[in-house]
C-alpha cells in the first residue's frame, strides 16, 4: 500500500480515527489497534490528556510515542475558541504542531462555519501550525483553505455523526480533482461501503469516529473500516471499467470462439 504523506510526514494507514464516545479507555485501545491507524484525533475540550492530573490520562492508553495525536477543536463555534484550544494543545503535548481545525455553526447540525474557519486557518498557519481542516463540501472554500497553507483539507461526506455516508459525491470529486493536498473525508460515515467509496473516488484518507465508536462491537467494526479503506484505495489505484448503459461487453464473448 502506498503511504499517505500529510506535511511531509509518511504514514501507512489510511484511516484516521477519533478516540472519543467509546465505554473507557481500554475499549478505546483495542478498536483503535484493530483499525491499524496511526493517526488519532482527540477533543482538546472533552478528553484528559493531562489537564487533569487527578483523572485516566488518554496518553496511558494511546501513547504519543506509538500513535500521531490530532488534537482537535470539537465543540469550538469561532476562530477565537478554536486558537486558543489549539495553543494549549501544543502546550500539552509539549509543542505538537500538527492539528486539526474545526469552528461549528451551530450545536444541532454540527455543519462547519466557514468563516469562522477561513478566519481561524489563516492565524494558525501563521502561527506555525500544520493544519488539517474540516469543512463544508464546498470546492471554492476547499481550494481557499489550501491556499492558505492547510496540510490537508477534509470535507464532510454527511453531518456529523449522522452516518449517512457521502451525500453529494459530485462536490467532493471536484474538490479532489482541484487540490494537491491531501483530501480526507471527515464526518458522516456510517459502515465499511461508505469509507471504500470515499477512497474509490480518489480521496487520500477518512477519518471517522461515531461509525466505529457507537457501533454494536466497536473492535469487529474498525477491523471492518480497515479493510474498506485499503480495498477502496486499491480499486481506486486500479481503475475500474467504466460505466456504460446498454453497450454491454459480455464476459465470455460468443465471437472468436474455438471451432466457430
Known amino acids: 500500500m502506498d503511504s499517505l504523506i500529510i506535511a511531509g510526514q509518511p504514514f501507512n494507514s489510511r484511516l484516521l480515527v477519533g478516540t472519543g464516545k467509546y465505554k473507557d479507555f481500554l475499549e478505546t485501545r483495542a478498536a483503535i489497534d484493530a483499525s491499524g491507524a496511526q ?15 487527578s483523572q485516566p490520562s488518554l496518553l496511558d492508553a494511546l501513547p504519543p510515542k506509538q500513535f500521531t495525536y490530532l488534537p482537535n477543536t470539537a465543540g469550538c463555534y469561532t476562530a477565537d475558541d478554536a486558537i486558543r484550544t489549539l495553543r494549549l494543545a501544543r502546550e500539552l503535548l509539549d509543542g505538537h504542531a500538527l492539528v486539526k481545525l474545526e469552528v461549528l455553526g ?29 469543512t463544508s463540501d464546498d470546492p471554492i ?26 451525500l453529494n459525491p459530485w462536490n467532493l470529486q471536484i474538490i479532489i480533482d482541484r487540490l494537491t493536498v491531501p483530501v480526507i473525508v471527515d464526518a458522516g460515515v456510517g459502515t465499511a461501503s461508505d469509507a471504500a467509496i470515499a477512497m474509490e473516488l480518489g480521496c487520500d484518507a477518512v477519518l471517522m469516529n461515531t461509525a466505529i465508536a457507537q457501533a454494536q462491537n466497536p473492535v469487529l467494526m ?36 474455438i471451432g466457430s
Open 39 to 53: 493517526i488519532v484525533t482527540v477533543a482538546i475540550r472533552r478528553t484528559n490528556i493531562g489537564q487533569d492530573p
Open 106 to 134: 451551530d450545536p444541532q447540525s454540527l455543519y462547519p462555519n466557514v468563516v469562522e474557519t477561513l478566519k481561524a486557518a489563516e492565524i494558525l498557519v501563521k502561527d506555525g501550525f500544520k493544519v488539517m481542516v474540516y
Open 141 to 166: 472554500i476547499a481550494k481557499q483553505l489550501q491556499d492558505i497553507g492547510c496540510v490537508a483539507v477534509m470535507p464532510l461526506a454527511s453531518l456529523i455523526g449522522s452516518g449517512m455516508g457521502i
Open 222 to 257: 474498525a477491523s471492518a473500516m480497515k479493510k474498506a479503506v485499503e480495498s477502496g484505495r486499491e480499486a481506486f489505484l486500479a481503475g475500474r471499467v467504466p460505466k456504460k448503459i446498454y453497450q454491454a461487453s459480455a464476459s465470455s464473448p460468443t465471437s472468436g470462439l
